[in-house]
């Protein structure tokens, strides 16, 4: 089973600063099937990005995903006030079960 | 509007059984694998269960292997999930989702359930 890493477990930033949340998974992701959600208090999981860098349904272009192989990389350029919140990231390139990360909690300094 | 509901969460006993349902509307749900996501109070997410479209194949994570049966009703548009022989450490929110697209391999998922609240206590 491949196992997640997410770097930091909490980042504190202020609105308009850029954001960089780190997933390193400990062998090597199948076709860059990797995906990032956000998740908010009280809220289901929301999904970012899917295939390491393809944005979602309705996602601002601020947010960003790139890596291949073991690292991936989630980026936020000019953080909104509704950014701050719990993210995650998720392989699905090994059969299942399919793993998560333990999330980074991004909050405002 | 893509919906799913979970329902038939609640408390139980170490022990004990519980039967989730999880009933979609807004998309064609026989084209789709169909998932279980859960999340420990203060934790974070943990893949637990999913089936492809008819039923036919399953998978559970390790933790659950032998105690919970994933199946659906394709019928009813509902996806189930089974949880017998419960312990404390299955105490958490769980979610079904569906993925983006209708392959097996396409498992990052963009609907979720509003999840349901599953407490396993004496």
């Known amino acids: 089973e491949i196992v997640l890493t997410q770097s930091p477990g909490t980042l504190s930033l202020s609105p308009g600063e850029r954001a960089t949340l780190s997933c390193r998974a400990s062998?090597?992701?199948?076709?860059?099937?990797l995906a990032w959600y956000q998740q908010k208090p009280g809220q289901a999981p929301r999904l970012l990005m899917y295939?390491?860098?393809n944005r979602a349904t309705g996602i601002p272009d601020r947010f960003s995903g790139s890596g291949s192989g073991t690292d991936f990389t989630l980026t936020i350029t000019r953080l909104e006030p509704e950014d701050f919140a719990v993210y995650y990231c998720?392989?699905?390139?090994?059969?299942?079960?399919?793993?998560f990360g333990q999330g980074t909690k991004l909050e405002i300094k | 509007e893509v919906q799913l509901v979970e329902s038939g969460g609640g408390l139980v006993q170490p022990g004990g059984s519980l039967r989730l349902s999880c009933a979609v509307s807004?998309?064609?749900?026989?084209?789709?694998?169909m998932t279980w996501i859960r999340q420990a109070p203060g934790k974070g997410l943990e893949w637990v269960a999913n089936?492809?479209?008819?039923?036919?194949?399953?998978c559970y994570v390790d933790s659950v292997k032998g105690r919970f049966t994933v199946s659906r009703d394709n019928a009813k548009s509902s996806l189930y999930l089974q949880m017998n022989s419960l312990r404390a450490e299955d105490t958490a929110v769980y979610y079904c989702?569906?993925?983006?697209?209708?392959?097996?391999?396409?498992?990052?998922?963009?609907?979720w359930g509003q999840g349901i609240l599953v407490t396993v206590s004496s």
């Open positions: 989702a569906r993925a983006v697209g209708v392959s097996r391999y396409s498992a990052s998922y963009l609907y």
């Open positions: 807004g998309f064609t749900f026989t084209n789709y694998w």
């Open positions: 089936m492809n479209q008819d039923g036919s194949e399953k």
């Open positions: 062998q090597s992701v199948s076709n860059s099937y």
């Open positions: 295939g390491a860098s």
């Open positions: 998720q392989q699905y390139g090994s059969s299942p079960p399919y793993s």
